[in-house]
């Protein structure tokens, strides 16, 4: 009796971890039909300097063009294929995109540095530099500096030294880092140390609450003075409100991006976006 329930109980175990992985496999597969069909979409999210009333350049943030769905965010659909090289291939689609985005711009006129989140998975590659000099060589029009690559550390970076020369190697090539999230994940102080990044994400978990809870505030002054000790730029995330502007500038961080500023947007709306902003703020 009991070794013929503990048969089936194992056969039902079985059966649901196989039911599991369809289920895991079919949500990979479906992201990865999305970049094969064309669903994919960017959309631009500015970040300005409160000091002068600037735009000083944008953040690509990927979006799910769900034909039954409709628009998906990324937190709806990336962390299905996270563990997957099917990361690599979006990663991948993403900075070509922004380097097609970057020329018309340009043509326009318009210069704007525009940054892409990159999975840690992707920048661990040992070919990254490669693959990204050889994307860059594509759009030899493009120019490398207007190319900032956000690390996200939601996946723990297992290599550093391989990372941190990584970094050294592409900003040879002229692209530029960004430390996102700053203070929420596994190693930022060792990450800050050991990865040669030029600007500091405040993370808007801290900039949220920063008017009514001391220790955001402490955090939030705390990342604003290492920035300064360790000469990065600090750039906070999620600022929605007029008194959280007014908190950061009195603390020395004047870069901004949040949907006090514009939520994310399509690109054909970004160049009037601009204009008004800085007509209305210079
Ligand atoms: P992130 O890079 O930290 O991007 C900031 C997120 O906060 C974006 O969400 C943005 O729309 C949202 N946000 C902007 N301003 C505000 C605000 O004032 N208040 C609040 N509450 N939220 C604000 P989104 O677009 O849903 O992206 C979520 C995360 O997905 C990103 O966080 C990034 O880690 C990841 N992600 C986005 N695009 C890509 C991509 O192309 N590749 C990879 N690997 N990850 C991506
Ligand atoms: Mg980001
Ligand atoms: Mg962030
Ligand atoms: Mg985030």
Known sequence: EAKQSGRNRFRFFDVSISQKTQEAFKNIESVKQALENNELRLHYQPKV??????VIGFEALLRWQHPALGLLPPDAFLPAVERTDVIIDIGDWVIEQTLCQLRIWNAE????????NIAARHFQLPNFVDRLQRLLAKHSDVE???LDLEIVESTAIDNL???????IDCQQMGVTFSLDDFGTGFSSLNYLKRLPAQTIKIDKSFVRDILHDKDDLALSEAIINLSRTFEREVIAEGVETDLQEKMLLAMGCYLVQGYGIAPPMPAEQVSDWATLYELTHR
């Open 49 to 54: 300097n409160l000091r002068n009333g600037m």
């Open 109 to 116: 006129g318009h210069h704007w540095p525009t940054s892409v």
């Open 161 to 167: 030294e391989h990372v941190s020369q990584c970094l």
């Open 144 to 146: 490398p500096r207007l």
